[in-house]
């Protein structure tokens, strides 16, 4: 199970990465704040265990360095194997957490689900840090297998440039710094430190596309496609990536307005003097911001919105985790109450919903308190007691996707406070949340959007 000497591909005696190349590969993805946390995703292979060496070497003097490991319970010994990484690195006195993923697991599509879990789980481990980064392992060869596997799906100019070396997730930072390096040179790297590792033998079973298609890559070569030929594309889809971005993001600063209430309006004649491409993007882009989602709403569907919305048709529509309301000139669209996770404990740091950052460091005792959305019951109830409420200018559906302070009380749940609304039961509450601090920020595409962060 645990390898001290790897199979190395590629050349028989391929060059380690140095320290500088890794510490070079660092810069380019930084700047980083003084007091920054690294979160090294850990899962006892060698790539990421290559990765925890080489970040525990570069970490400045007041930055801190997290392992973490997913158990993800799917393996008879993936508990023992979690343990395992725990002994290495606290060896190296690096802190180390092991996460689990509790609950029933999928019989189908295992590893898309186990992925989302992962992430899920390594995120909210970093929204409870500030400043944390989260860092993955992911090599020159995970990229060629993405692209490939997109190919394989149909995928269009974005899914075939495949993974960038940073982006945000769950309102997390994610870095690959190994993106640019073989994986025979982590290997290489690894054995020169003497470092054991765990072998997964999941990444035998060809019951995996991803394994499948390592397995052909001989037979690619064979026939020209190369890794410096496969490189090279992903390149050019990257460079073409950029010129749509660019648009996509001139399209959304003229024609899109976010508001802190967490919705957004399309101004539809601004919007559709661009090209189809550029427009129905900036449309998929606003859908999964306002839904909280990782990932824009299928093309088919999209592309279906798309029409009706371009025919200037007064209409409402749901997609994606959205309600999306126009009156024919304007375009609203607001999160779907329905859709959203009923209640959700309240911590010191949490993004609620993909849409809200929230911070209660310094607040009462939260323990039978949640956060939840205000719902169509308590709009209802807070306006009973607060009737001026009502001549907010903000569209109906939006209101009940904003978050909301409650407690459950006698077999209902019960208002406390809605914050934006400046709505508290009583002065007492108030007073006992006035640390707490909500502010939009969808996760999706932020920085491309100019949304303050």
Not at 122 to 137: G, Q, Y
Request: aromatic share 8%; with cysteine; glycine share 8%.
């Amino acid at each position: 199970m645990h390898r001290a000497d790897p199979r190395i591909s590629g050349s028989t005696h391929p060059e380690p990465i140095s320290v500088d190349e890794f510490n070079d590969a660092m810069r380019a993805l930084g700047p980083f704040p003084d007091d920054a946390v690294f979160v090294c995703a850990v899962s006892g292979g060698g790539d990421s265990m290559a990765l925890c060496h080489f970040l525990n070497l570069w970490i400045g003097k007041n930055q801190k360095l997290y392992a973490v490991t997913v158990d993800h319970g799917l393996r008879p010994e993936s508990t023992a194997e979690a343990r395992q990484v725990n002994q290495w690195l606290c060896e190296k006195n690096i802190a180390h957490h092991i996460l689990t993923w509790d609950g029933q697991k999928p019989d189908r599509n295992i590893q898309h689900h186990a992925r989302a879990a992962r992430y899920d789980l390594l995120t909210k481990f970093c929204t409870d840090r500030s400043n944390a980064f989260l860092c993955t392992a992911h090599h020159q060869d995970d990229q060629i297998e993405t692209f490939l596997s997109r190919l394989c799906r149909g995928s269009g100019v974005y899914g075939l440039s495949g993974m960038s070396a940073r982006q945000i997730h769950n309102g997390t930072v994610i870095l690959r710094p190994f993106l640019q390096f073989e994986k025979s040179r982590l290997s290489a790297a690894l054995t020169n430190a003497r470092q054991n590792w765990i072998e997964d033998p999941s990444n035998n079973n060809d019951r995996f596309t991803r394994v499948k298609l390592r397995q052909l890559r001989g037979t690619f070569a064979d026939l020209g496609l190369d890794a410096r030929r496969l490189l090279r594309t992903i390149d050019r889809m990257q460079s073409a990536r950029s010129v749509i971005e660019r648009q996509v993001d001139s399209c959304a600063a003229e024609s899109v307005h976010w508001s802190q209430f967490g919705f957004c309006q399309i101004d539809g004649a601004l919007w559709a003097k661009y090209d189809q491409e550029i427009a129905m993007r900036v449309l998929g882009e606003c859908l999964a911001s306002i839904g909280g989602g990782d990932y824009t709403p299928r093309y088919d569907s999209l592309y279906e919105l798309y029409i009706g919305l371009c025919g200037g048709e007064i209409l409402t529509r749901t997609l994606g985790g959205c309600i999306i309301e126009s009156d024919g000139a304007v375009i609203t669209i607001m999160r779907e109450h329905a859709a959203i996770a009923a209640a959700t404990d309240i911590t010191a740091q949490l993004v609620w919903d993909g849409r809200f950052e929230i911070r209660a460091d310094g607040t009462p005792d939260a323990t039978d308190c949640f956060i939840a959305p205000l719902g169509i019951d308590g709009w209802r109830d807070i306006v009973q007691s607060r009737p001026d409420l009502r001549d907010i200018r903000m569209p109906v559906h939006a209101k009940y996707a904003l978050p909301a302070i409650k407690m459950h009380c006698a077999g209902v749940d019960e208002t406390l406070a809605a914050p934006h609304l400046n709505y508290w039961k009583d002065q007492k509450i108030q007073n006992n949340w006035s640390a707490l601090s909500i502010n939009f920020r969808p996760r999706h595409h932020k920085d491309a959007f100019g949304l303050p962060i």
